[in-house]
C-alpha cells in the first residue's frame, strides 16, 4: 500500500445533538411544521395543495423539507389555512 504524500485529511466531526439551534435553524424547522400542519389540515399532496392555495410548489416543498422558512405573511397565511382551509380556499375562488 502506498501512501500520498501532501495530502492531509481531517477527521469527520459529528455536529453536537445538544448544540442549541441558531435562530435560521429555528425559524426553518418551525416554518417546516407550519407548513406540514396546514397540508395535514387538506390531505391534499403538495402539488394539489400549492394549487389550491396559490403557493409555488418548489417553495412548498423547500419549507416542508426546512431547506427554507417561509416570511412572516406566508406564515400567518399557513396558520389560517391549517384552521379554515375550506374557507380559505372558498374565498380564493370567490375571489378569482
Known amino acids: 500500500m502506498t501512501a500520498k504524500h501532501g495530502v492531509t485529511t ?4 459529528e455536529p ?3 448544540a442549541p439551534l441558531s435562530d435560521e435553524e429555528f425559524e426553518r424547522g418551525h416554518g417546516a411544521m407550519l407548513a406540514r400542519r ?6 391534499l399532496s403538495q402539488t394539489a395543495f400549492a394549487a389550491r392555495y396559490g403557493l409555488p410548489a418548489a417553495s412548498l416543498r423547500d419549507w416542508e423539507q426546512g431547506r ?15 384552521r379554515m382551509p375550506e374557507e380559505v380556499a372558498r374565498a380564493l375562488n370567490d375571489a378569482a
Open 16 to 18: 453536537d445533538e445538544d
Open 10 to 13: 481531517t477527521p469527520r466531526v
Open 38 to 43: 396546514a397540508r395535514a389540515a387538506t390531505g
Open 68 to 82: 427554507r422558512a417561509p416570511d412572516a405573511a406566508t406564515r400567518s397565511y399557513l396558520r389560517v389555512i391549517a
